[in-house]
């Protein structure tokens, strides 16, 4: 596609998007909103596996790091839920430096279980209660509504723009970033570490420094969580999480941001379309990601000059 | 000359030098007591029979490998201990015998790859493209345009990577490699799978970044590049030095022709 053709593609896109509160109901909102949410952790996480290559399945324990943070921040010290936003990015981005130092050596596919186990420890960390600060298994609730300039964000048409306003400032950051020379160093990473050391790239600070960011990213929208639910538990940072996001990433199109934001659509969109069939949420899933593998292995709408990562390069990975 | 005379004595004039640099895997030595200097300004040739073990002197000079024992020293620097980047970042560049360029994407990304260290900016400036992060990048993509130009490749700067013919593979390696701005260049077998005609033109290059003031230690299995390019050889066999000096020194070395050459008349 042209690049004119790109933008003007972008501006329809984003103009429906504005507009659309006007003509749905609140529960599409809703759905909208989850679409959002997902494909602000999904833009993150497509750093860390779009950009770089690396196989993190523990996305989720950042999420909550960051939805915990503000959480908790909010019901004991009264800091309004938005002005957490930097520390739980923060503590998100600390804690995914902290576990991803001594692991980032490790080759895709060892990678991919350590991350899972990492998501699984915070997880049940979180439902025992490890601090005496995560309440359990019932979580945090009371969570105040947030505020903008004394405006009270209650309704979901309130949280649509706030969330979509996040989701439209990562994707412009996002672009940027991808274009600059932090964006390449990751892309080197991902093609061939080996030959962007031997260019002079410090490859262990790249590997660091986008699990740090990707993290950081999902703290944050863990906060957005945290202030749209008014209550969190253990339950809502699942394993399935970190699955659905990893699948997101790969389906769209691993490192391109048209197709991660497609794919969170469709995989977020598409089961409240049929939520007759909700039973079969897992074997769609894996149905779906079987016929891609064959037929499509470089995502749905994959970036310029991909052809061969994502599905293939994950079938590489934990291959034999 | 012969490994007899013992090892070189690293000379204050030699940007490259290895002493008694030994390697090995297991129990395999693939490089085995190995010495010799590279004089600033030389185009030195490392040869030797398929498993001599010269990969993986490069692969100790670039720090992917450690020496068992021995050291490596650089414009007076020891070496041993060192990350590969550190290593580049000092001034000796690189290219890999089966070609390791970033496939996906393009050319003129691949060369930026080697303006890497030079260039300022991380995730802030990048996200807000600052405007010095704009500054940074246009020289970079200047320097690196400037690289591609100069092997032949300045037309082709949008292609993705894996779209080149092979003679151009290496050709964007070596650019990329020159990108960082090197004092010693070493290129693993860069006439490999090249044709006669490319191979020429290999050579001229050869003597351009020479030209440019560059050493360069370069590993070659075709001998008459080899014998033009190259001032000096070091030959490898099972890991040891068996001979260095000249071509012409060499090619008369009896150790060299039994061993290496088998049949004196390929050379
Ligand atoms: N990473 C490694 N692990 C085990 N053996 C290796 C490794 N790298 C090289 N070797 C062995 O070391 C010997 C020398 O290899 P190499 O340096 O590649 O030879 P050359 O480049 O002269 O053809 C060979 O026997 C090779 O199999
Ligand atoms: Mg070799």
């Not at chain 1, 596996?49 to 196989?55: I, K, P, R, S, V």
């Not at chain 2, 070395?253 to 061993?259: G, K, W, Y």
Request: one cysteine or more; proline letters at 4%.
């Amino acid at each position: 596609m042209k690049p004119r053709l790109d933008w003007i593609g972008a501006g329809l896109f984003a103009a429906l998007l504005a507009v659309a509160p006007l003509f749905l109901n609140a529960y599409q909102v809703d759905v909208l909103n989850s679409i959002g949410l997902y494909a602000l952790l999904a833009l993150g996480l497509n750093l860390i596996l779009g950009e770089a290559g690396l196989f993190n399945m523990g996305h989720a324990a950042f999420y909550a790091m960051g939805a915990y943070t503000a959480a908790i921040l909010n019901t004991r010290y009264q800091i309004p839920i938005l002005w957490t936003l930097p520390l739980s990015g923060l503590v998100a981005g600390a804690f995914a430096l902290a576990v991803a130092r001594p692991v980032v050596h490790l080759r895709g596919d060892y990678l991919l279980i350590v991350t899972i186990g990492v998501g699984e420890i915070v997880r049940i960390a979180l439902v025992n209660d490890v601090f005496g600060i995560t309440g359990g298994a019932n979580g945090i609730f009371g969570i105040n509504r947030p505020r903008v300039f004394g405006y009270i964000i209650r309704r979901p048409e309130d949280f649509f723009y706030l969330i979509w306003g996040c989701v439209a400032l990562t994707i412009f950051l996002f672009l940027r970033l991808k274009r600059s020379r932090f964006g390449r160093a990751l892309n080197y990473l991902r093609e061939d570490a080996t030959a962007a050391e031997g260019s002079g790239i410090n490859t262990d600070y790249y590997k660091l420094a986008v699990f740090g960011l990707g993290a950081a990213w999902a703290g944050m929208a863990g906060t957005l969580f945290a202030a749209k639910m008014t209550i969190i538990s253990p339950e809502s940072f699942s394993f399935w999480e970190s699955v659905v996001l990893f699948m997101i990433v790969i389906l769209g199109g691993a490192g391109s941001i048209p197709g991660v934001l497609l794919a969170a659509f469709l995989v977020v969109g598409l089961p409240e379309l049929f939520r007759e069939f909700a039973g079969a949420r897992m074997l769609v899933f894996g149905l779906v990601m079987m016929v891609m593998m064959v037929v499509r292995p470089q995502g749905l709408w994959p970036a310029r000059g991909h052809q061969g990562f994502s599905l293939a390069a994950l079938a590489r990975a934990v291959g034999p | 000359m012969s490994a007899a005379d013992g090892a070189i004595a690293p000379t204050e004039s030699a940007l490259l030098t290895l002493r008694e640099v030994t390697k090995s895997f297991g129990g395999l030595t693939a490089v085995n007591g190995v010495s010799f200097a590279v004089g600033e300004g030389a185009v030195v040739g490392l040869i030797g029979p398929n498993g001599a073990g010269k990969t993986t002197v490069f692969n100790l000079i670039t720090g992917n490998y450690q020496p068992n024992h021995g050291d490596i020293h650089f414009t007076g620097q020891r070496l041993n201990g060192l990350r590969t980047h550190r290593i580049i970042m000092l001034g000796i560049a690189r290219t890999f015998q089966n070609i390791r360029l970033f496939q996906q994407l393009t050319v003129l990304e691949n060369a930026l790859a080697g303006c890497h260290y030079r260039m300022s900016g991380g995730i802030l400036a990048g996200m807000l493209w600052l405007p010095t992060q704009r500054r940074v990048e246009k020289a970079a993509v200047e320097r690196a345009v400037q690289e591609l130009e100069f092997v032949g490749l300045g037309q082709q700067t949008l292609t993705v990577a894996k779209n080149l013919s092979y003679g151009d593979q290496r050709r964007l390696e070596i650019a990329r490699a020159l990108a960082t701005q090197p004092r010693l260049l070493i290129l693993d077998e860069p006439a490999g799978g090249m044709n006669e005609q490319e191979t020429e033109a290999l050579i001229g290059l050869i003597e351009q970044i020479r030209a440019r003031g560059i050493t360069i230690l370069l590993i070659e299995h075709d001998m008459r590049l080899v014998m033009r390019a190259c001032e000096k050889l070091v030959v490898l066999e099972h890991g040891g030095k068996i001979a260095e000096g000249s071509p012409e020194q060499v090619r008369s070395d009896p150790r060299v022709i039994e061993a290496y050459l088998g049949t004196e008349d390929e050379v």
